[in-house]
């Protein structure tokens, strides 16, 4: 049964904290409140509340063994939710909190199996998006928030994105503007000796081996087809995917620009609409199809903050095919990759 969803408007360079005031009560009281922070928008609910949980997973249609991430605003509310807390911890918190990391502990009774999908571990981050951190500090601070998208579309970045998921879900959505970064957080296990990547994301496998030392990325992310599973229950399943048929052309340049050309023109002939993700060095090169440029070639940020709302937007043009160009930037290129791989199902063209 629909519920009412009230969206609001908030700056984020001026806090309206009234408004904020009522969204924690929402949360106290086990309500739902979508809300922005620098990745993607989170689908907000009381982290120590295992019906708030239950709820996140019935809105969200998400396999309720599939962990959610519990969001914070200061190091002593870490230390009250997890057995113990590594010097690892520490050391990257001081780099990179608050920020774009979820780290992941061995947890304590505080936070119920519900929110953990039922692990004995916790993953944990604190945002830097003064908007998320001004709603967990009106909470009880703690909101565990995944992705504020139906499970299996692409994530939010921005709050008309939400809307389109979880309208009639939800009891609110919060609207501070579309988000800073466009990708999920970096996810980094610090259960075993050595910190494991379990989701790479705009914190990078060098910048966190830069202060850590030795990092492991967990084997199961880089084979496609394997049978290892992640160990991120999350990252098995195929995420961040359209609704049309995506592929991405692998190559040097100017041989994926022809491959695409000759793939629209055959799809085109069928009567079938076709989309195409280009850059801006590319874009004017495609003969057919609805062309959409996420960026320069080098602008990493762009592609980032762009990928999710292309795939969204093809979705709502209802095209029948997507192709899609390759990102491999130096820095968030592995994140990139990721996230554009699984919403292609691993279907890549290589010319
Ligand atoms: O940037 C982000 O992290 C966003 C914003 C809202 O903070 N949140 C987000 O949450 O991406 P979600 O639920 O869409 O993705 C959480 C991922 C899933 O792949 C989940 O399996 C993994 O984190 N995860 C959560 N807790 C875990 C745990 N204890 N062990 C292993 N993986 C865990
Ligand atoms: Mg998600």
Do not use: C
């Amino acid at each position: 049964m629909d519920i009412k969803t009230e969206m609001i408007k908030i700056n984020p360079q001026a806090i309206d904290h009234e408004a904020i005031a009522r969204a924690g009560e929402i949360l106290k009281k086990g309500g739902l409140v979508a809300f922005p922070t620098e990745t993607v928008y989170g689908l907000g609910g009381d982290a120590t509340n295992p019906d708030a949980s239950h709820k996140i997973y019935s809105a969200k249609g998400r396999p309720s063994d599939n962990p959610l991430i519990v969001h914070i605003t200061n190091m002593k509310a870490l230390e009250e939710i997890v057995a113990q807390a590594p010097q690892a911890a520490y050391t990257l918190a001081e780099r990179f909190w608050p920020g774009p990391l979820t780290m992941i502990f061995q947890k304590n009774d505080r936070i119920p199996y519900e929110t953990t999908g039922g692990m004995d571990t916790v993953a944990v981050r604190m945002p830097s998006d003064p908007i998320a951190r001004a709603l967990i500090d009106a909470s009880t601070g703690y909101i565990a928030a995944p992705s504020a998208n139906t499970s299996g579309r692409p994530s939010p970045t921005q709050a008309e994105h939400v809307a389109q998921d979880l309208t009639g879900k939800i009891d609110m959505i919060i609207d501070g503007g579309p988000v800073n970064i466009g990708l999920e957080s970096t996810i980094v296990d610090l259960t075993e000796d050595v910190p494991m990547i379990l989701r790479p994301g705009y914190i990078t496998l060098e910048m966190l081996q830069e202060v850590l030392g030795e990092v492991r990325v967990d084997p199961g992310l880089i084979a496609a087809d394997s049978d290892r599973k992640p160990k991120a229950p999350g990252m098995k399943y195929r995420h961040y995917a359209p609704k049309a048929d995506l592929k991405v052309v692998e190559g040097e340049t100017d041989a994926v620009v022809q491959k695409i050309n000759r793939l629209s023109e055959e799809l085109t002939a069928q009567k079938k609409s076709v989309g195409i993700i280009a850059t801006e060095e590319t874009k004017d090169q495609y003969r057919q199809g609805i062309v959409i440029s996420i960026g320069g070639r080098d602008d990493e940020e762009a592609i980032a903050r762009h990928l999710y709302g292309s795939l969204r937007q093809f979705d709502e043009l209802g095209v029948d095919a997507i192709f899609s160009e390759s990102f491999a930037t130096a820095g968030m290129g592995q994140a990139i990759m990721n996230r554009l791989l699984k919403a292609a199902g691993h279907q890549v063209l290589e010319v």
